[in-house]
C-alpha cells in the first residue's frame, strides 16, 4: 500500500514521480478512455455533447468553465472530475497547501525537506479532499480565497516574503488540487483579479506585497450564460484564461428528464416500496418541466431546473402513498393527485408576470397541457368511444378524488368492454390500483379534447356528458 509510506525516503524508493495537476488528470483519462470504465456514472444526456467536450479540455489541459442555466449537473459534473485524480496523493505532513514532497512551494517546507531529508514525514491525500467549492458572492474577499496577513506573526518580527506569516485562503490550500467556483461571474472585479494574477503570473498580492507562490490547481467554474457573455461581468483576461468553454443544456427528451428525476430523488424506501408509478404519470411530471422551460410567461434567461421535475416527482409520490396508507396494498399516483404539485411547481418557477395571482393559472395551464401532450402520445380506439357512450346514455357520471371508494372506478371499468385490458395496456400492470390511475388518465384526456365535461367542486371531480 501506497499510503502506508511515512518518509520521503521510503517513497522515493518506490520512484514516485510528481506529476503536475493536469498532467496527472490526462494520465488518468487516457488510461480510463482505453479501458471503456463510465468516467461519469450516473450523468444522463450529456454522453454526445458536454461530456466528450470535457474529456477533451483535460486532454489539451484547459482550464474549463461550463455555461448553462441553473440546475443542469454542471456543479456535479464538475464534481466527478475526482475520478481522473489518483486515489491517494502524498504531500508534506502538516503543510497548509499540501506540498509536494519532491517540490515544495512554501518556505517552511522547503526549510523542513531541506533539514530532514530522507526522513521528511510524509502523509496521503484521498483524491475526494482534493475538490474545492466555492459559490461566488459579491462578498466574497480577497482574504477568503487567496490569504491574509497574520498580523501576529508580523507583530512577532516575521518578515512577509516569510510565507508562514500568511493564513492561506481557500486557492493557495487547494494547491495540487481542483478548484471550483461556482457562479463566477458573481466575483467582484477586484477579486477577479487577484485570481487571474494567482492563476498566471503565480503570485499573490496582499496589501500592496508581491509573493511569488507558484500554485497547482486546475480551476474550473460554472455560470449563467447570460451573465458570462455580459460586457462588463467578466474581467477580459480572465475569460481568455479559460481554454474551454463548454455549453450545457437541459435533458433532451422526456425520458431523459425522468431518468435523471427517479436517479435523484430522494424518497425514502418505505414510500417507494408501496407506490408503482404508471410510465404516463412519470411522462406527465416530465412534460410539465418541458413546456415551463417553453413558456414566455416564465423567467428562461435563470432557466427551469432539473430539480422542479425532481420535487414535483417526489411530491407525486408522496401523495399517492399518503392517500393509500388508509388501504392495503400498492397505491398509484392519479390525474387528481395533481392538484398537489401546484406548491412544488409555483415555488420552483422564476415568473415574468409582476402580478402574483397570474401565477397560479399560468401553473395549472402547464399542467393541463402536459397531460394533454402525454395523452396525445397514446392512441384512442373503439374502446374509448364505447366509454364516451356509457356517459352519453342515461346521465352517467363519474367522481374522481382522494375519498372516493375503488369500487365506484371499478363498476365504471366493468360496465365497459375491452375497457379493463386497455388499461392494463397502458399501465403495464394488473395491479388496481394502476387500473384506477390509468382509468383517471383517459377520462381527463377525453375531457382536455372535449369529448367529456367536467366539474370541479369540494376537492371532486366530476366527468359527465
Ligand atoms: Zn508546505
Known amino acids: 500500500m501506497m499510503s502506508d509510506i511515512?518518509?520521503?525516503?521510503?517513497?522515493?524508493?518506490?520512484?514516485?514521480?510528481?506529476?503536475?495537476?493536469?498532467?496527472e488528470m490526462r494520465h488518468n483519462l487516457i488510461k480510463y478512455l482505453k479501458s471503456g470504465t463510465?468516467?461519469?456514472?450516473?450523468?444522463?444526456?450529456?454522453?454526445?455533447?458536454?461530456?466528450?467536450?470535457?474529456?477533451?479540455?483535460?486532454?489539451?489541459?484547459?482550464?474549463?468553465?461550463?455555461?448553462g442555466e441553473r440546475g443542469q449537473a454542471k456543479s456535479r459534473l464538475l464534481r466527478q472530475l475526482t475520478y481522473l485524480l489518483d486515489e491517494n496523493l502524498p504531500f508534506i505532513d502538516g503543510c497548509q497547501i499540501n506540498d509536494d514532497p519532491l517540490d515544495p512551494i512554501c518556505h517552511q517546507c522547503q526549510q523542513k525537506a531541506a533539514l530532514e531529508g530522507n526522513d521528511l514525514k510524509i502523509s496521503w491525500l484521498n483524491r475526494e479532499e482534493r475538490f474545492v467549492e466555492k459559490l461566488a458572492t459579491p462578498?466574497?474577499?480577497?482574504?477568503?480565497?487567496i490569504g491574509e496577513i497574520d498580523p501576529i506573526k508580523i507583530a512577532e518580527g516575521r518578515h512577509l516574503s516569510d510565507l508562514s506569516a500568511i493564513h492561506?485562503?481557500?486557492?493557495?490550500?487547494?494547491?495540487?488540487?481542483?478548484?471550483?467556483?461556482?457562479?463566477?461571474?458573481d466575483l467582484s472585479e477586484r477579486i477577479q483579479v487577484s485570481l487571474f494574477n494567482l492563476l498566471q503570473e503565480r503570485d499573490i498580492q496582499?496589501?500592496?506585497?508581491?509573493?511569488?507562490?507558484?500554485?497547482?490547481?486546475?480551476i474550473v467554474a460554472t455560470a449563467n450564460p447570460e451573465d458570462y457573455t455580459n460586457r462588463g461581468r467578466i474581467i477580459t483576461p480572465l475569460k481568455d484564461r479559460y481554454g474551454a468553454q463548454i455549453r450545457t443544456h437541459y435533458p433532451k427528451t422526456i425520458a431523459e428528464e425522468m431518468d435523471i428525476a427517479i436517479q435523484e430523488s430522494s424518497s425514502p424506501a418505505i414510500i417507494n416500496k408501496s407506490v408503482l408509478i404508471p410510465k404516463f404519470m412519470r411522462d406527465i411530471i416530465g412534460n410539465i418541466t418541458h413546456l415551463a422551460r417553453r413558456n414566455p410567461e416564465i423567467n428562461q434567461r435563470s432557466g427551469v431546473s432539473l430539480r422542479l421535475t425532481i420535487a414535483n416527482y417526489e411530491v407525486m409520490v408522496a401523495q399517492a402513498f399518503r392517500r393509500g396508507t388508509k388501504q392495503e396494498g400498492i397505491s398509484a399516483p392519479r390525474i387528481s393527485d395533481l392538484p398537489y404539485l401546484l406548491p412544488a411547481t409555483t415555488g420552483k418557477l422564476e415568473f415574468e408576470t409582476v402580478e402574483d395571482d397570474r401565477e397560479l393559472p399560468i401553473v395549472k395551464g402547464?399542467?393541463?397541457?402536459?397531460?394533454v401532450n402525454t395523452y396525445s402520445d397514446i392512441s384512442e380506439n373503439h374502446v374509448f368511444e364505447k366509454l364516451v357512450s356509457i356517459f352519453d346514455e342515461g346521465d352517467y357520471t363519474l367522481d374522481t378524488g382522494e375519498d372516493i371508494?375503488?369500487?365506484?372506478?371499478?363498476?365504471l371499468i366493468d360496465k365497459v368492454p375491452g375497457l379493463r385490458s386497455e388499461l392494463v395496456k397502458l399501465s403495464e400492470t394488473d395491479e388496481p390500483a394502476c387500473l384506477i390511475s390509468a382509468l383517471e388518465f383517459i377520462l381527463e384526456g377525453l375531457h382536455l379534447t372535449k369529448k367529456l365535461n367536467k366539474h370541479q367542486k369540494d376537492g371532486h371531480n366530476t366527468y359527465s356528458n
Do not use: W
Open 168 to 185: 492561506f485562503g481557500m486557492i493557495p490550500r487547494a494547491h495540487r488540487s481542483i478548484f471550483c467556483i461556482n457562479e463566477l461571474p
Open 38 to 67: 463510465d468516467l461519469f456514472p450516473g450523468i444522463i444526456g450529456f454522453e454526445q455533447s458536454v461530456i466528450p467536450q470535457l474529456q477533451n479540455a483535460i486532454l489539451a489541459g484547459h482550464d474549463t468553465i461550463l455555461l
Open 6 to 23: 511515512t518518509t520521503l525516503g521510503q517513497l522515493k524508493s518506490t520512484g514516485y514521480i510528481a506529476k503536475t495537476i493536469k498532467e
Open 366 to 371: 402547464i399542467i393541463d397541457r402536459a397531460v
Open 206 to 218: 496582499i496589501k500592496g506585497y508581491r509573493i511569488r507562490l507558484p500554485l497547482d490547481v486546475y
Open 139 to 145: 462578498d466574497v474577499s480577497v482574504s477568503d480565497l
Open 405 to 411: 371508494e375503488d369500487f365506484c372506478y371499478i363498476q
